[in-house]
């Protein structure tokens, strides 16, 4: 059978086979799950084998892979495999050896086991016992796991573990790597003791189905003397899905961090062409792929320095939130980050397709000024990319001008996802500040760890910056200090033809309390689309004394004259005469009634 599940983009066949041989009974059991309900807890497979002579075998066999993997899909996807299944095998484990104290009819009953779950692209494995998990890659069979037989005694029917033997077990647990095109084996002793590793490898480097595949081993074993139970699991891995966050973390653990190399080295096949930026913490180099052709060729790598206190730790950490980004949104003003092939890379950089364009900070510096139009166009495109972001609870945490690349074809790419604050993450792990100082909201200097609001101040910022030819809309302060938030320099002071809907929505943007900013990128780009027209939020107008507008003064004036008029009918007032207040009406603007 083939089981896809699209969204998660993993794709894996499972195929199964099994025989009786000789025995009175089946006592072994297998089974598979892939999640479709839309989570990322991937593929979770296992299989187990009653010991042989044990009351209750098949009973201990069925239990221990039905609680694996129910167990492991209850569970939120937050937790690791380790945790999840781990703990459902402990528990079975305990109840079948409590069972088996307590039944007569299933004394001792016990079975030896082995699981896997394929989660982002690492495979988790849970063994005790005899059964056996093999990967197969590319013609190499390698087997995973190891027999729990005396020392010795690898040919013994004795093991030294399996579940139920005692009251508390232990399980073997590994971490490995998983490729698309590899193949896995999970088989009991019924198989692997009557079929050589270089006969199941042929027949795995045949590539038949899945099914035919586990029918072609089982039918091995007994043609070779099988006489006991055979149980054959194969499964073969299309599509892995993005990676996970401690995929990334354990992938670039293996990566050095070496000195930044210089203009024309060759590394991993990257021959790096021109020094695009050369910072405190890192150097940037547009360099060539010697491995590409085309436009595919111009890539974009980014070295860490070591050397600089805290820079492996800031450097791993951004590549971790970079990638893991690119590896979940795509989108077209979102910048990618290259997925390198398995052991192309060998030490710490990332790698971005180079974007013909500039950077919106250098398009400020230079003349004209920016269009109305292609202002709110920009600003449109920046508050849906950051909207996409923050659907799925990434926040950017470091909006600015020199993070937005305009494209020559007149598109952009809001790029430098390595302060991103994940929802994968712990809450507390993260880098401070989050952030560039001119850009950060109030909430951030007083140690909070920033949300979309602060993204949409931050985006305030910059929007005020694009329309005012680089002012910043309440002075710049130096590097790494605390800006002073007096009342934003308004917008049509330096920009006559700037309409009083977007002075409004940059107000809103940059309102000190978070809760009446936009609450999101989606809503500010609505606002800006529409180019609706709101009032300047409370906290601006009680903070920094807001004048009122035209039509609100206008109103109050018409409201206290129907009033008086009012008034002065049921005789409260003394009268005033028609033209005393069209005279009154005139001088507000209203025309002769």
């Given at each position: 059978m083939?089981a896809t599940?699209?969204?998660?983009?993993l794709?894996?066949a499972?195929?199964?086979a099994?025989h009786?041989g000789?025995?009175e009974?089946?006592?072994d059991?297998?089974?598979?799950c892939?999640a479709?309900?839309?989570?990322?807890?991937?593929?979770?497979a296992?299989l187990?084998?009653?010991?042989?002579g044990?009351?209750g075998?098949?009973v201990?066999a069925?239990?221990?892979?039905?609680s694996?993997?129910?167990?492991y899909?209850?569970?939120t996807?937050a937790?690791s495999p380790?945790?999840?299944a781990g703990r459902?095998?402990?528990?079975?484990?305990?109840?079948?050896f409590r069972?088996?104290?307590k039944d007569?009819?299933?004394k001792?009953?016990?079975?030896?086991?082995?699981?896997?779950?394929?989660?982002g692209?690492?495979?988790?494995?849970?063994?005790?016992?005899d059964?056996r998990?093999?990967?197969?890659?590319e013609?190499?069979?390698?087997?995973?796991?190891r027999?729990?037989?005396p020392?010795?005694?690898?040919d013994?029917?004795?093991?030294?573990?399996?579940?139920?033997?005692e009251?508390v077990?232990?399980?073997d647990?590994?971490?490995?790597d998983?490729?698309?095109?590899?193949?896995l084996?999970?088989?009991s002793d019924?198989?692997?003791g009557?079929?050589?590793?270089?006969q199941?490898n042929?027949?795995?480097s045949e590539?038949?189905s899945?099914?035919?595949?586990?029918q072609?081993?089982?039918d091995?074993?007994?043609?070779?003397?099988?006489d006991?139970?055979a149980t054959?699991?194969v499964i073969d891995?299309f599509?892995l899905?993005?990676?996970?966050?401690?995929?990334?973390d354990?992938a670039i653990?293996?990566l050095?961090?070496?000195?930044?190399?210089?203009t024309?080295?060759?590394v991993?096949?990257?021959?790096l062409?021109?020094?695009?930026?050369d910072g405190?913490?890192?150097r940037?180099?547009?360099?060539?792929?010697?491995?590409?052709?085309?436009?595919q060729?111009n890539?974009?790598?980014k070295f860490?320095k070591p050397?600089?206190l805290?820079?492996e730790t800031?450097?791993?950490?951004?590549?971790v939130?970079?990638?893991?980004v690119?590896?979940?949104?795509?989108?077209?003003?979102?910048g990618?980050v290259?997925?390198l092939?398995?052991k192309?890379q060998?030490c710490l950089y990332?790698?971005q397709?180079?974007?013909?364009g500039?950077?919106l900070?250098?398009?400020?510096?230079?003349?004209?000024?920016?269009?109305?139009?292609e202002?709110?166009?920009i600003a449109?495109k920046?508050?849906?990319a950051?909207?996409s972001?923050?659907r799925?609870g990434?926040?950017?945490?470091?909006v600015?001008p020199?993070?937005?690349?305009?494209?020559k074809?007149?598109?952009?790419?809001?790029?430098?996802?390595?302060?991103a604050?994940?929802?994968?993450?712990d809450?507390k792990?993260?880098i401070?500040?989050p952030?560039?100082?001119?850009y950060?909201?109030?909430e951030?200097f007083?140690?909070?760890w920033?949300?979309?609001?602060?993204d949409?101040f931050a985006?305030?910022?910059t929007l005020?910056r694009?329309?005012?030819?680089?002012?910043?809309?309440?002075?710049?302060?130096?590097?790494f200090a605390?800006?002073?938030?007096?009342r934003?320099?308004p917008?049509?002071?330096?920009?006559?033809?700037?309409?009083?809907?977007?002075?409004s929505?940059?107000?809103?943007a940059?309102?000190p309390n978070p809760d009446e900013?936009?609450?999101d990128g989606?809503?500010?780009?609505?606002?800006l689309?529409?180019?609706?027209y709101?009032?300047?939020?409370a906290?601006l107008?009680?903070?920094?004394?807001?004048?009122q507008r035209?039509?609100?003064?206008?109103t109050?004036?018409?409201?206290a004259?129907?009033l008086?008029l009012g008034?002065?009918?049921?005789g409260?007032l003394?009268?005033?005469?028609?033209?005393?207040?069209?005279?009154?009406?005139r001088?507000?603007?209203?025309?002769?009634l």
């Amino acid at each position: 059978m083939v089981a896809t599940a699209t969204h998660s983009r993993l794709k894996a066949a499972v195929g199964f086979a099994t025989h009786i041989g000789r025995r009175e009974d089946n006592q072994d059991f297998a089974a598979s799950c892939l999640a479709d309900d839309g989570s990322h807890h991937g593929l979770v497979a296992a299989l187990a084998d009653g010991v042989g002579g044990r009351k209750g075998g098949r009973v201990a066999a069925e239990l221990s892979v039905r609680s694996f993997i129910d167990d492991y899909l209850s569970q939120t996807e937050a937790l690791s495999p380790q945790k999840t299944a781990g703990r459902a095998l402990e528990s079975i484990n305990y109840w079948i050896f409590r069972q088996g104290e307590k039944d007569e009819n299933v004394k001792g009953m016990s079975c030896a086991f082995t699981g896997v779950v394929i989660k982002g692209n690492r495979l988790h494995s849970f063994h005790v016992g005899d059964t056996r998990l093999y990967r197969w890659r590319e013609g190499y069979l390698g087997q995973m796991t190891r027999d729990h037989k005396p020392q010795g005694g690898e040919d013994s029917p004795f093991l030294t573990r399996a579940i139920g033997f005692e009251e508390v077990v232990r399980i073997d647990y590994r971490i490995h790597d998983i490729f698309p095109h590899d193949r896995l084996l999970l088989c009991s002793d019924g198989v692997h003791g009557k079929v050589s590793e270089n006969q199941i490898n042929t027949i795995l480097s045949e590539r038949h189905s899945a099914d035919d595949t586990a029918q072609k081993l089982v039918d091995l074993a007994i043609h070779n003397g099988g006489d006991d139970n055979a149980t054959v699991l194969v499964i073969d891995i299309f599509e892995l899905p993005p990676a996970t966050v401690k995929d990334l973390d354990a992938a670039i653990a293996k990566l050095p961090m070496l000195d930044p190399p210089e203009t024309g080295a060759i590394v991993d096949d990257f021959k790096l062409e021109a020094m695009l930026a050369d910072g405190v913490y890192s150097r940037v180099f547009r360099a060539r792929d010697l491995s590409a052709t085309g436009p595919q060729s111009n890539v974009l790598l980014k070295f860490p320095k070591p050397h600089n206190l805290g820079a492996e730790t800031m450097a791993r950490a951004a590549f971790v939130r970079e990638t893991w980004v690119a590896s979940r949104v795509q989108h077209i003003w979102i910048g990618s980050v290259l997925q390198l092939p398995p052991k192309r890379q060998t030490c710490l950089y990332v790698a971005q397709p180079f974007y013909e364009g500039e950077t919106l900070e250098k398009r400020l510096s230079r003349s004209p000024e920016l269009s109305l139009e292609e202002g709110i166009d920009i600003a449109t495109k920046l508050a849906k990319a950051l909207g996409s972001l923050h659907r799925v609870g990434i926040i950017h945490r470091d909006v600015k001008p020199d993070n937005i690349i305009l494209l020559k074809d007149g598109g952009l790419k809001l790029v430098d996802l390595g302060f991103a604050r994940l929802p994968a993450l712990d809450e507390k792990t993260g880098i401070l500040p989050p952030g560039t100082n001119n850009y950060m909201a109030p909430e951030l200097f007083e140690g909070q760890w920033g949300d979309e609001r602060s993204d949409i101040f931050a985006l305030g910022v910059t929007l005020h910056r694009m329309f005012t030819g680089g002012s910043y809309p309440y002075g710049e302060a130096e590097p790494f200090a605390k800006p002073v938030l007096k009342r934003p320099d308004p917008l049509t002071k330096k920009r006559k033809d700037a309409p009083g809907w977007l002075e409004s929505l940059i107000l809103q943007a940059l309102a000190p309390n978070p809760d009446e900013r936009f609450q999101d990128g989606f809503e500010m780009a609505f606002k800006l689309e529409t180019g609706s027209y709101g009032a300047a939020p409370a906290s601006l107008r009680k903070t920094y004394g807001a004048p009122q507008r035209p039509w609100q003064i206008a109103t109050a004036v018409l409201t206290a004259l129907v009033l008086w008029l009012g008034a002065m009918q049921l005789g409260l007032l003394p009268g005033l005469d028609v033209e005393q207040v069209k005279a009154v009406l005139r001088e507000h603007g209203f025309p002769d009634l």
